[in-house]
Structure formats: C-alpha cells, structure tokens
C-alpha cells in the first residue's frame, strides 16, 4: 500500500467512525492527558509540537501551560475541530497545522518539546516519524510518547497486530518496548521515565468503536476464543462470565537528549 493509498484508507476510516475523533474528550481521556502534560514538566518557556494531534485535545492542554502549541495531523476535519475548540477557549497560542508526519514543515529545532499519544501504531515508518520529531526538536529538548506496546515474543507480536488490523485497517504494527527504546537511542535520546499500564476492553466494545466489518468482526471473535487458554496474542483474552475482555498494555515513554 503505498503513501496515497493509505491516506485513502485512513479517511475513510475517520467518516466511518467520527467519534475517535469528537472535540469533547472522556473524563477518563482528559485526566490521561493531563497526566502526559504534567509528565512532560513542560512551562512558559516550551514551544510544544503534538504530533498525530486529532481534535488536538491534548494540544490545547500544552496550550493552556506552555507558551506556544502545535498540533500536527493529515485529517484537515479533525485539525478544524481543534482551531474551533482554541477559538472558543481563546487560546491564540494554539496552532494546527495540515502535514505529512515523516516531513514536517518545521525549521530544525523550532521546538523545545513534542508528545504523541497512541499514535505510532498507526505510522507505517515509525522510526521516520520519529526522526523528524528529533530534527524539530531543540538540543535540550524533551519527549513524551504514549501508546499501545506489544510483547516481546514475535509470533504473539504477530497475532496482536493481526487483530488489530482486523478491527482497524489503518493500524499498522504496534511495537515493542525494546524496538522503542532502539529507536530512541538511534536518534539520541534515553528513556529517563517508563511507565507501564494495562486497560481493559470488551471485543464488542473494540469492534463497535471501528465499525469493523461483519467478516473481520467474526474472525477477531474466533481469534480471540482461541486466546482464552492461553496469553497466545500478548494482547489478552479473559472471559467475565459471557463476556470476553481484552486487556492491552500501553506504555508511557518520557524522553531526554543524550
């Protein structure tokens, strides 16, 4: 699938499921990134670039305590949402800007941070992406990535990401902590904070949210049956009485210059 292609696939997948992308975020959402906007430690001084932004939700809460905020996405419905939210909230130090990921229109060091949240499972070139945010970056500069992580095990690594793009064609591959950790270092930054989650999902829940396909909806349901006696994906299946429940471990990643 080339570039074209895929951004095709990707705003066909924003029309038919529109919420992923709403202006008003959960409680549960808002707290998490407040949470990464604390993490960060970031202040007055920092010009921050949130990367993969969507309604720009966690752009605007860098806005609200940094000087100068950028949300970055290639979904221009998405972006309008954000310049609407900033504009009723009188943030004029919020900015969106429509852009591809692996080249951003940014001077070298024009930032003094940048964050992405559950973002990179979605980036065919990850470590491209990420060296762009290093380039954007200033020689002081700072990190804070958040998003889904894998297991270390190839063929359960395998089988999560084949679920995942069951339920959602624009996945691409969630990675692993150590393929993480090889990109940070391959552009000269070191983990200072790592911190592990796990959250809990029915497969309806998961299914209904992507509007995934009546055939692929069937096959995650097999798959994940399948699952039950044993951690076969990395992505877990638990059953609670008729109800089977996935629980996925995501990672928060918070970044330093060497």
Request: proline share 3%; glycine share 8%.
């Amino acid at each position: 699938m080339n570039d074209l292609e895929r951004l095709a696939v990707v705003e066909r997948q924003f029309r038919r499921r529109p919420q992923a992308y709403r202006g008003n975020v959960s409680e549960g959402e808002l707290k998490f990134i407040l949470f990464l906007v604390s993490t960060a430690g970031s202040g007055r001084d920092d010009r921050v670039l949130d990367i993969a932004c969507g309604n720009g939700a966690m752009t605007l809460a860098f806005a609200e305590r940094c000087g100068r905020a950028v949300g970055i996405d290639v979904m221009a419905p998405a972006l309008a949402q954000g310049r609407s939210e900033a504009a009723q909230r009188g943030l004029a130090n919020a900015e969106f800007t429509l852009a591809e990921l692996e080249r951003m229109p940014f001077a070298d060091g024009a930032f003094t941070g940048a964050a992405c949240r559950f973002s990179f499972h979605h980036f065919v070139n990850p470590a491209r992406v990420f060296a762009e945010m290093t380039r954007v970056v200033g020689p002081r500069g700072w990190m804070v990535i958040a998003d889904m992580t894998a297991s270390e095990e190839e063929a359960k690594a395998a089988l999560h990401n084949k679920l995942e793009r069951l339920a959602d064609p624009t996945h691409s591959r969630t990675l692993a902590v150590s393929e993480f950790e090889r990109i940070f270092a391959a552009n000269g930054f070191r983990t200072v904070m790592k911190i592990a989650r796990d959250a809990r999902t029915t497969v309806e829940d998961w299914i209904g949210f992507n509007d995934t396909t009546p055939d692929n909806a069937a096959r995650i349901r097999e798959l994940m049956e399948a699952s039950l006696d044993g951690d076969r994906a990395g992505l877990r299946a638990i059953r609670d009485g008729a109800t089977i429940r996935t629980i996925r471990t995501s990672t928060v990643f918070v970044l330093e210059r060497e």
